[in-house]
């Protein structure tokens, strides 16, 4: 039988964790009086807490010390922590757990690859966590997204070439990681954002288990 890597995003791909990231910036752009809107959210997906408090900063055209920036950082976090510890296997998106059981069955090694660094207690929470073979997480990466690092680690993880994988990706950062890294992408979401993926599906009830096979034999 083939050996494909397959990799996964967490976040907008086997659970919906937006909604709590942007519930906890929100709160934070609030106590700076910066309005942020669900559209700017969207701009923040698979972007690193760092890049994405300098990119409210910068819309709100605010300018804070370092200290008052690590500070924000960690209450972000703290906030964000509190949502997912309520977190249950509920969360998970539709039809992901059907994927995850066709890829054991069939025997293909299956990664995560995800910028967040909650990804560990959030596969916890969920009761999904030995699903995966390897878990790469925004604790072992460098760079983040649209770097192609994160996926790299992953592939070499679960010792398959970066041509021998899928990515499942609901971010255009994320994409263009997995086009960079010389991987098939598949994007979880709206063909109008993802379109530079190599398939696009709204989610994984559109994903037939004779796709997988195909994506595995090919």
């Known amino acids: 039988m083939n050996k494909k890597g397959f990799i996964f995003d967490l976040d907008g791909v086997?659970?919906?964790?937006?909604?709590?990231?942007?519930?906890?910036?929100k709160e934070l752009a609030k106590s700076l009086d910066i309005e942020f809107t669900e559209e700017e959210n969207e701009q923040l997906k698979g972007v690193s807490r760092v890049r994405s408090l300098e990119k409210i900063?910068?819309?709100?055209?605010?300018?804070?010390?370092?200290?008052?920036?690590?500070?924000?950082?960690?209450?972000?976090?703290?906030?964000?922590?509190?949502?997912?510890?309520?977190?249950?296997?509920?969360?998970?998106?539709?039809?992901?757990?059907r994927v995850?059981?066709?890829?054991?069955?069939?025997?293909?090694?299956?990664?995560?690859?995800?910028?967040?660094?909650?990804?560990?207690?959030?596969?916890?929470?969920?009761?999904?966590?030995?699903s995966f073979d390897a878990i790469v997480d925004g604790n072992d990466v460098s760079k983040a997204k649209p770097d192609p690092e994160v996926f790299l680690i992953a592939a070499k993880q679960i010792n398959i070439k970066p041509e021998d994988c899928i990515v499942f990706e609901d971010s255009v950062a994320g994409v263009t990681a997995a086009n960079t890294a010389n991987m098939i992408s598949i994007g979880i979401g709206s063909k109008a954002i993802l379109g530079h993926a190599n398939y696009v599906f709204k989610d994984f009830t559109e994903i037939s288990d004779d796709f997988i096979a195909s994506l595995i034999e090919n």
């Open 100 to 130: 995850l059981n066709l890829l054991k069955v069939k025997q293909q090694p299956i990664s995560l690859g995800s910028a967040s660094k909650n990804a560990r207690t959030i596969l916890e929470r969920v009761n999904l966590k030995s």
């Open 57 to 97: 900063l910068a819309w709100g055209n605010k300018t804070i010390s370092e200290e008052l920036f690590n500070d924000l950082m960690g209450k972000k976090n703290e906030e964000y922590l509190s949502y997912i510890s309520e977190m249950d296997e509920n969360e998970i998106l539709p039809d992901v757990p």
């Open 14 to 25: 086997i659970v919906d964790t937006a909604k709590y990231h942007f519930l906890a910036w």
